[in-house]
Nanobody
Framework: QLQLVESGGGLVQPGGSLRLSCVASGFSLEGYSVAWFRQAPGEEREAVLCYSAADSSTDYVGPALGRFAISKDLLNNTAYLQMTKLQPGDTAVYYC???????????????????????WGQGTQVTVSS
């Protein structure tokens, strides 16, 4: 079965850190661009951070700049989202997505329709609260 499975979410205090994992099953992440999205309660799902496999570019959207980092480990067929300095406003369900388009990270984060991604994970809850 071809799928992405996220893990690593949970409850963290403000100022803390979390690393989310996104494991690809049934296919290799090599050649796939990956992105992390999040959806806060009552809000639309939005892109947070995107990585392009075509040109190795990374695009950070809004609050991710300077606090979040994305990486891809082909040996473990896993993408990661490292989050630091977490704030209550970061509370959301986090999703990973993968696509084979030969585009820049900017395109993936800001232009690509969400219904055109090849794979989505099921989401993992991140709650930032004291």
């Amino acid at each position: 079965q071809l799928q992405l499975v996220e893990s690593g979410g949970g409850l963290v205090q403000p100022g803390g850190s979390l690393r989310l994992s996104c494991v690809a099953s049934g296919f290799s992440l090599e050649g796939y661009s990956v992105a992390w999205f999040r959806q806060a309660p009552g809000e639309e799902r939005e892109a947070v951070l995107c990585y392009s496999a075509a040109d190795s570019s990374t695009d950070y959207v809004g609050p991710a700049l300077g606090r979040f980092a994305i990486s891809k480990d082909l040996l473990n067929n896993t993408a990661y989202l490292q989050m630091t300095k977490l704030q209550p406003g970061d509370t959301a369900v986090y999703y990973c997505a993968a696509a084979r388009d030969r585009k820049s990270a900017w395109f993936f984060c800001r232009n690509k329709p969400q219904n055109e991604w090849d794979f989505w994970g099921q989401g993992t809850q991140v709650t930032v609260s004291s």
